[in-house]
Structure formats: structure tokens, C-alpha cells
């Protein structure tokens, strides 16, 4: 039987139980009630007729009351022969029958009262035995009910703990047939499931588990595994001597807690910072990348010798840009000694050599001039000379600088500039020249006989700078590099791809920040903000 029709049968059984007991109260009420009303209703009366009688009050009209109230055996007899002493004014014979009628009605009530106790104590009993048999039945529905639901439940709730543990030989077995069987059958099925797939794939994990154990242990690289709550779950040998740390210390712990006491550690695991991480190793500094894998796996390179060689080709750029202003300044001097109609007259063939050698002597002097510049940056070396300055002197400062650049492409500058600007904190050289970068840009790629506009606003605290130009537009996959070292945009006018890497530098040195907007076909928007002078 199902247990929803157990538990509907023994609900049933007690409600019948209860409307039984209920109809047999109800009877025996009704009975009692009866036997009652007999003896108010028609004695009882009797002998208040016959005392009225008795006491000679309005003896007539009682007789006629009596003779209306006969209920029980002989009481007629009784009543007739009243009447006729009445009639007759025999006042002995009257009070003979009074006393006759009195007699026979309390005789009849004390019967009355023994059948109303009679059925009074068989109410009693018949209620006692009922009300002693449905306690019995519901005590047992109470101690044995709760448990046939409550202990399946229980098994169950153990019987997935296990499960839970990996405990997959756990099985249930109920002796019934309803749903708690269903159930049961359905977890052993789950849980054999559960035991064949352990199985099955604990050996092939076992295995993969240890191969990569192994490789990781290889490996030159130090490397620390974190699982989704970052407790490490791995460090090969590497990682554990970089961070002077055995095993014990490290693995199963919670990152933040090792971290708390080993700052090398506290700056592996600091995932918002992306920089190198200098260590010094039998007092070397050496330099070490971080790469994060699917935010868990922390992989070390060790970039030491790459940052030497960087040094190296800094320094090498810085000496050789130095040595190579002497000369250029030198071949500028003569340049410009050639185009002196004094030193000699030059047919249009040599002017145009000369002219050509003076746009390369220029280009050589402006890329030498990047290199130190990047040079200053790579070294971080960048000297500042902040001071309180009007935005309109850079933007004049910068449109003379670019003037005759725009003449000869016949570009026109427009400058829009708000009024009242608020002076700021800059260093006024390297924030022109990053405007002259941007104006000597827009100019190279703005077609002849277009425009470039120059616009200066303000912004909260700060001021911004913006160079719009109406050239061809940069794809998007190429504006995210435009700031990289040495990154030019395919087909575009030869370049150092400098000038941008190291606006950048100057810009964020000031503590400012750049940006570019491009769209293919709609021009670009080049633009760095300033904070103001407070």
C-alpha cells in the first residue's frame, strides 16, 4: 500500500473513531434527557396538583389538571375516585386519594430516577470503553507513526552524508512497499552509478594527477597552483625555494594567511598588479614575470636576463642618440652654409640634393632627439620641472610650431578654446611637445585643404587637450597599440613610432592621462587631460 493511502486510512479510522463516540454521546444525552422530562414533566406535576389540592386552594381546578396529567398505572383509578369524593365533599375520602396519587407518583419517580441512573452508567461505560480503546489506537499511531516516516528519512539524510564523503558503497534497504521503497531504489541506483564512475576514472585521475605533478615538478620555472577558494594545492621545488618555504607551509593553507608572513608570496598572489617582481638572489637583483592561468595557476619567468639586455640597448640608445648630435648639428651647419648664395652659386639639380639632405639631416635630428627621449623614459629618469601654466601659451606654443608644416599641406588650424580657462600644473616643455606630436600627426595624415581642429576645455579639476583630424581613420584592432613602442599602423607614413610611446610617458608622468578615438573613414581624435593648478 502506498503511504499516502496509509496515512489517509489511519486519519479516516480516527475520524470514524470520533464521529462514533460523538453519535453514542449524543444518544445517551438524548435518552437522559428523556428519562428527565418524564419526571419534571408528568410526576412531578402530579405532586403539585395534589398538594394545591391538599392545601384547599382552588381544589377544581387542580382536579381538572390532574385528571389531564395521568401518566402512570392506577393514577386514573385514583383520579375518579378523587373526583367523586370532591363531588360528594367527603374531605377524608379527597385526602385518602391525595395521598394514594402522591404515593404512586413518587414511586414512579424514584423508578425513573433508577432507570435515568441505569442509563447514565451505561452511557458511562459504553463512552469509557470507547474513549479507553481510541487512546490506546491513537498512543500507538503517536509512538509508531512519526518514526515509519521520520527513520526512513534519517537513513536517507546518513545514507547521502556518506555520499557525500565519496562513500559510494552506501546502500539503502526499506522493508515496505510505498515510496520511501521508490526512493530507495532510486538512491542505490544513484549511488552504484556514482561507485561505477569512481572507479572507473580514480586510476586514470590518479595517474594524470601524477604526471602532472611531475611535469610540474621539472620544470625551471616556479609555479604555485590555487584552487577556487586560494588555498594552495600545489608548488613545485622551484617556487618552494624562491619563497624559502617547505612544503609542509605551504600546501592546503589559505594564500592570504602564508602571505601574511612572506611578503614575496603577498606579491605573487596580488592579482591587480601586473609589473615585475624583483628578487634578489645571492645578492643579484633578479627579475621575474608573472602570468596568471585561468586566475589559479601562477607561472614565474625568470626575465632577468631580458631586463639586462634592455638595460643594455637603453643605454646603448642614450650613448649612441648623444654621440650622434655633434655630427648631425654639423651636417645641419653646412646644410645650411650650401643654401648661402655666398659660399657658391648651385644649379637647380644641387639645390635639389641639398634640399633632400636637409629633410634627412631633419628627420635623423628629430629621431635622435625621440631616442633620448625614450631613453629618459626606459631609465625612468623623466625630470619634471612643473609649474603654473596658462593653456592658451601651450596651444600658441604649439600652432607656431606646426604653422609652416600646415602651409605647405595647405591644412588650416582651428583652435576652440574655452574662456577662463584654469591655469595648470605641468611641465610646459614636455606637455608642448606632446601637442605639437599630436598637431604634427593630424597634419601627416589630414588630406590637403582640410582642417584640424585644436580644442582646450575644461573638465572638473582638470583641463583637456584635444587634436581632431579628418583623415582616413585607424581600424580598431590597430588603436589599442598606438601607444607601444615602435608600433606603426600599416601603410601609413613612415615614421620612428616614437612620438606617441613617449607622449604617453610625459603625459602620465604629470599625472595625467591619454587617449585616442578612431574610426575608419571618420578622422581621429587624439586627447590627454591635465590637472589643474590648485
Known amino acids: 500500500m502506498r503511504l499516502k493511502s496509509k496515512i489517509a486510512l489511519a486519519l479516516s479510522f480516527l475520524f470514524a473513531a470520533i464521529v462514533g463516540m460523538a453519535v453514542v454521546s449524543l444518544f445517551y444525552l438524548r435518552e437522559l434527557s428523556t428519562d428527565t422530562d418524564n419526571i419534571l414533566k408528568s410526576n412531578y406535576e402530579s405532586l403539585q396538583y395534589t398538594k394545591s389540592i391538599l392545601e384547599g386552594t382552588d381544589v377544581e381546578k387542580y382536579i381538572e389538571l390532574q385528571e389531564a396529567n395521568v401518566t402512570e398505572p392506577g393514577e386514573r383509578e385514583f383520579t375518579i375516585r378523587l373526583r367523586r369524593a370532591f363531588e360528594s365533599h367527603d374531605t377524608a375520602e379527597v385526602r385518602k386519594y391525595c395521598f394514594a396519587l402522591q404515593d404512586l407518583n413518587m414511586r414512579a419517580i424514584v423508578a425513573k430516577s433508577d432507570i435515568a441512573t441505569n442509563t447514565a452508567s451505561n452511557a458511562s461505560n459504553y463512552l469509557l470503553i470507547i474513549a479507553t480503546i481510541l487512546c490506546i489506537i491513537t498512543f500507538t499511531f503517536i509512538v509508531n507513526f512519526p518514526g515509519y516516516i521520520a527513520n526512513p528519512i534519517t537513513a536517507l539524510t546518513n545514507s547521502i552524508k556518506s555520499i557525500a564523503n565519496k562513500q559510494y558503497e552506501e546502500r539503502l ?12 531504489d532510486a538512491f542505490n541506483q544513484m549511488a552504484e552509478k556514482m561507485d561505477e564512475y569512481e572507479h572507473s576514472n580514480l586510476a586514470k585521475i590518479i595517474f594524470e594527477k601524477k604526471r602532472i605533478e611531475t611535469i610540474i615538478n621539472r620544470m625551471s620555472d616556479p609555479v604555485i597552483g590555487l584552487d577556487e ?49 624583483k628578487i634578489v638572489i645571492d645578492r643579484k637583483e633578479n627579475y621575474f614575470s608573472r602570468e596568471i592561468i585561468a586566475g589559479e595557476l601562477i607561472l614565474l619567468r625568470n626575465v632577468t636576463p631580458f631586463k639586462e639586455l634592455d638595460l643594455a640597448k637603453t643605454n646603448f640608445i642614450a650613448t649612441i642618440s648623444h654621440e650622434l648630435k655633434t655630427p648631425i648639428a654639423s651636417l645641419q651647419m653646412g646644410i645650411k652654409l650650401l643654401h648661402d648664395d655666398r659660399v657658391g652659386k648651385m644649379n637647380e639639380e644641387q639645390r635639389g640634393i641639398i634640399n633632400t639632405l636637409s629633410d634627412e639631416t631633419s628627420r635623423l635630428s628629430n629621431l635622435t632627439h625621440e631616442l633620448l627621449d625614450l631613453a629618459q623614459v626606459e631609465t625612468g629618469n623623466i625630470k619634471l620641472n612643473f609649474q603654473k601654466i596658462a593653456p592658451h601659451d601651450v596651444i600658441a606654443f604649439a600652432v607656431e610650431s606646426v604653422k609652416f608644416h600646415a602651409e605647405r599641406k595647405h591644412v588650416k588650424i582651428e583652435v576652440e578654446e574655452d574662456e577662463n580657462l584654469p591655469h595648470i600644473r605641468a611641465d610646459k616643455d614636455k606637455t608642448t611637445w606632446v601637442l605639437v606630436n599630436f598637431l604634427t600627426n593630424a597634419i601627416r595624415y589630414s588630406p590637403e585643404n582640410e582642417r584640424v581642429v585644436l580644442r582646450c576645455e575644461a573638465d572638473g579639476d582638470s583641463v583637456i587637450f584635444s587634436v581632431i583630424d579628418f583623415g582616413p581613420g585607424i581600424e580598431s584592432k590597430y588603436v589599442g597599440r598606438l601607444f607601444e613602442k615602435f608600433f606603426q599602423v600599416p601603410g601609413s607614413p613612415s615614421g620612428t613610432g616614437l612620438g606617441l610611446a613617449i607622449s604617453k610617458e610625459f603625459i602620465e608622468a604629470q599625472g595625467g592621462t591619454i587617449e585616442v578615438k578612431s574610426e575608419p573613414g571618420h578622422g581621429s581624435t587624439f586627447r590627454f587631460k591635465i590637472v589643474s593648478f590648485k
Request: charged letters at 35%; glycine letters at 2%.
Open 173 to 184: 534497504n526499506f522493508d515496505r512497499k510505498d515510496e520511501f521503497k521508490e526512493l530507495a
Open 229 to 277: 577558494f586560494k588555498r594552495v594545492i600545489f608548488a613545485n621545488d622551484q617556487a618552494l625555494n624562491l619563497l624559502n618555504l617547505t612544503r609542509e607551509k605551504i600546501i592546503d593553507r589559505y594564500a592570504p594567511d602564508i602571505a601574511v608572513d612572506n611578503d614575496l608570496f603577498r606579491n605573487i598572489i596580488r592579482f591587480d598588479d601586473s609589473g615585475l617582481i
